[in-house]
Structure formats: structure tokens, C-alpha cells
């Protein structure tokens, strides 16, 4: 977490020829509730301006060029974050050959000609404090970023050397059954955390941007607790937590999108068991109030600062952890509940009585009535699904590895599999193969896969075909684009192969 600025940053430095001046001045800006610290000569203000200060009010007189070179320096070297604002108080009278070469000297300059009007000067003092405020801002979003890129370097991290390590095994030991499944079960594993680490950055962009649509329709909040506790189940079990659900005998409507409102009391109730030492208690109580239902979870884990409680639902921030990191996790989850919960008009906030004391997530949603709903029609039980026949498949990615594993698993199940990893050889084999179906990376070398998409539907012998787009762009104007290409399908890396397999079904079914 990082702690906002001291007081000796947010105060006001005043240094005039004489300390009855700068006290005066003072006087005058703390009536108004600034902070003021008067300094009778420039080497006191540079030594004051080591322990922090939000702005610098001065006059002309004391300022020359050859007088002010100590402070000067400390200008000259302010880190990238500060500019930090100089009010200086000059002579009546049009500008004098001084303000000529003050802006390079003194950086972020304010000139205020005398007499100065009290009202005046308070305004021009807030509103440099103002812009000093942002740039603490700006500081501390970049200490968080900077914190928040050195966890997501370690958690990438982390998958990587059981990955590598079970890869070894399988070319060390491929004639051991037993082996090569718990090698291939770790590599699985691995890189579905992998994904889901990648899935959370992703969603965070998408959701901050506005770039999520809804599908709103009547929830009861009871059913998506139900759902979310056996999703975070594992984790509760692993930590020896007992859970407690309090649900109302009546239900708990509200108008949301199923997969987005789980995936927030997941994330509240993985939070609660992450920051709850093992054997620990979490409590989700579901309330209903006459125009809104409410969640309460509770936990008795490591608890919240006051300092933390206001910034816990900000992007990359953070509560301190243990070197080992043993709770894992990049600090996304709580902006992205809030981002959710926001998009569906409701509330979320956070309370703890202090350090060891526990703390207390709040949802607050809008309460749909019974008689607003409307039933929803029998679900229609699918027709029995045809048994799969073997397709050709083209497989056209540049990643040679990512390529020949595809191909090696699609041959396993079944099918007919070409590959090529540019472009240009694959509309050379496009008549020879006459492909089903195109496994298309968008990132090729020598020609885009959109623009492949676009060649082989002028194809003859490929405008049927199916098209599936495999890339690692995964926003909504990129399968926009993959479909205003031709592409049938927009799949995203790595590929879900029970997904792939599920529609390569569907496709051989319906040819």
C-alpha cells in the first residue's frame, strides 16, 4: 500500500527579506486552513525543502540568479514525478528583466504582481497545492504500477519452472505411462493459472474501459452465492475454513449478467480466504432491504488499515504480504468487483475494524420484485449430438511449437491435419488440401491472417471452408475484425482444447 504524503508535503514554504513578512503571509493563508512554515533566508527554505513541501511562496527581491543558486539546484534535480510550484510576489510596474529568465530558472513559476489582493493569493496558493496533490497522485500510481509489474513478473514466473520441469521429464522418460500423465496433468495445470492470470489482466482492461456488454436478466442473488462458494470451495477446504451461508427463505432478485455477478462474489469470497489464516471463519450473509439486496462478507483474517480502506478498490494497490507471497494473486480482483458492480448500478465497499481484526466486503444491488419477472421458457432438451467424423484441417501459425502441438493433438483425435507457418505456403496448398477447416494465427509474418481470410473466401475451392481465427487478441473490435474478414469463429491463446474439440464436433455435424 502506498501511503499518501506526509504533512510537510502539503505545506507552504514562505520566504521573504523579512520574517515579519513571511509570518504575515502565513497568518493570512492559514485563516483560509493552508499550512505555512515562514523561512527567513534562502539556505533555510533549501533545507526545509528536503523534508517536503507542496509549494514555495517568495518574492523577487531575494530571488537573483546568483543569490538563488541553492535553490535553483534543488529545482534542477527534482525527480520525474515533481514540478514542484513557485509563487513569487513582484514589483508593480510591467515586467522587469528578472521574469525574463526566471521560468528556466525556477521551472514551475507563478507571478503575482504587488499589492497582491488576500483573496487572490489564498486562490493561486490552493491552486498550486491542487497541482502538487496530482503529481503525489501521479507518484503513487507509479510506485503501485512499478509494485504491481514485479509481482506480475513473479507470478509468470511461478508456473514456468514446473512447466519446464515436467517438459524435461517427458523427453527424458516418454515410454513411462504414469510419468508422462502426471508431467502433462502439471503442465495443464500450470498453464490454465497461466491463463487465468492473463484472463484477469485482460478483463481489467476491458471493464475499466467500458468495453464489457451485459446480458442483464433476472438473478436471484441466492443462486449465484450458491455458485460462487463451490467455485472458491477448493481454496476454503485447502485453508481448513469454515464457511457460513445465511440466505433469506424468500428470493433475492436483481437484474444482472450471471457469468460477471459469480465472478465478483468469487472474488470477494477468494479474497476473504487468502487474508484469513488457515482454520479461520468467513461469514456471507445475503439481506434483503425493501428496494435492494445486500451481501455481506465477513471474515476474521489480517484485517485493513484505515489508510488502506479507501484505496482497496483501487487498480494495483495492494495490502502488504509476506516475501513468499504465499497468498498469490496480482491485486486485480477487488478493482474488477468494483468496476462490475458499478456497471450494474449497484455498490460495493469495505470496512475493518483494524490490523488482525478482521474485515467486511458490502455488495448493495438494486432489488428486483417477483411480479417484474417473467418466467423463463422450459429449456429444450438438445438433439443427441451426431458422432464426429474426421475433418481436414489446415493449421497456419508462424509459432512452430504452438503449430506442430496443434496438429499433433488434432492427428490424435482424429483428424486430417496440414500445417504451414506463413501465408504464402498455405494458399500454395489451399487446392491441393481442400481444408474444412482453417486453424488461422492473425500474426503472420508475411501477410496478416485477416487478410489470408480475405483470400481464401475469393477462393473457389475455400469459400466454404470454416474459418477460425486463434490469436492472443481477445477485445471486441478484434473479433470484429476477424469477422469482418471472413472468419467463422474468434478463438484466443492458448486455445481451450475441450472448446476446440466441442466445435470442431459442431462443425463436422452440421457439413
Known sequence: MIEPPEPLETRILVCTPHGKDAKLACAALEQAGLECFPCTTLVQLVQELH???????????????????LLIDFLSTQPTWSDLPVLVLTKPGGESP???????????LTLLERPVRVPSLISVARSALRARQRQYEIRQADQRKDEFLAMLGHELRNPLAPISAAATLLELMPGDIDRVKRSSNIIARQVGHMTNLIDDLLDVARVTRGLITLDRQPLDLRDILSEAVEQVRPLVNARHHELALHLPAESALVMGDRK???????????????????????????????????????????G?????????????????????????????????????????????YATSKGIGQGSTFTLR???????????????VEPAQEEARSALRIMVVDDNRDAANTLEMFLGIVGHQVAVEYDAKGALARAEEVAPHVWLVDIGLPD?????????????????????????????????????????????????????????????????
Not at 489464516?277 to 434483503?288: F, N, S, V, Y
Open 51 to 69: 523534508r517536503g513541501t507542496g509549494a514555495i511562496l517568495t518574492v523577487e527581491e531575494i530571488l537573483p540568479k546568483a543569490a538563488a543558486t
Open 98 to 108: 528578472w521574469t525574463r529568465g526566471a521560468y528556466e530558472w525556477l521551472g514551475n
Open 260 to 302: 460477471r455477478m459469480v465472478q465478483v462474489v468469487v472474488n470477494i469470497l477468494n479474497n476473504a480466504s487468502k487474508y484469513t489464516p488457515e482454520g479461520g471463519h468467513i461469514d456471507a450473509r445475503l439481506q434483503l432491504k425493501k428496494d435492494a439486496v445486500m451481501l455481506d462478507i465477513s471474515d476474521n483474517g489480517i
Open 304 to 348: 485493513m488499515t484505515p489508510e488502506l480502506i479507501p484505496h482497496v478498490f483501487d487498480l494495483f494497490s495492494q495490502a502488504k504480504r509476506a516475501s513468499d507471497r504465499s497468498q498469490g494473486g496480482l491485486g486485480l480482483g477487488l478493482a474488477l468487483v468494483k468496476s462490475l458492480i458499478e456497471s450494474h448500478g449497484g455498490k460495493v
Open 365 to 379: 444491488l438494486s432489488r428486483l420484485m417477483p411480479e417484474l419477472t417473467k418466467p423463463h421458457p422450459a429449456a
Open 447 to 511: 501477410m496478416d491472417g485477416l487478410e489470408l481470410a480475405r483470400r481464401l473466401r475469393a477462393m473457389p475451392a475455400t469459400t466454404s471452408s470454416k474459418l477460425i481465427a486463434v490469436t492472443g487478441y481477445s477485445q471486441e473490435q478484434d473479433k470484429k475484425k476477424s469477422f469482418e474478414a471472413g472468419f467463422d469463429y474468434h478463438l484466443v491463446k492458448p486455445i481451450n482444447t475441450e472448446q476446440l474439440l466441442a466445435l470442431l464436433q459442431e462443425i463436422s455435424a452440421s457439413s
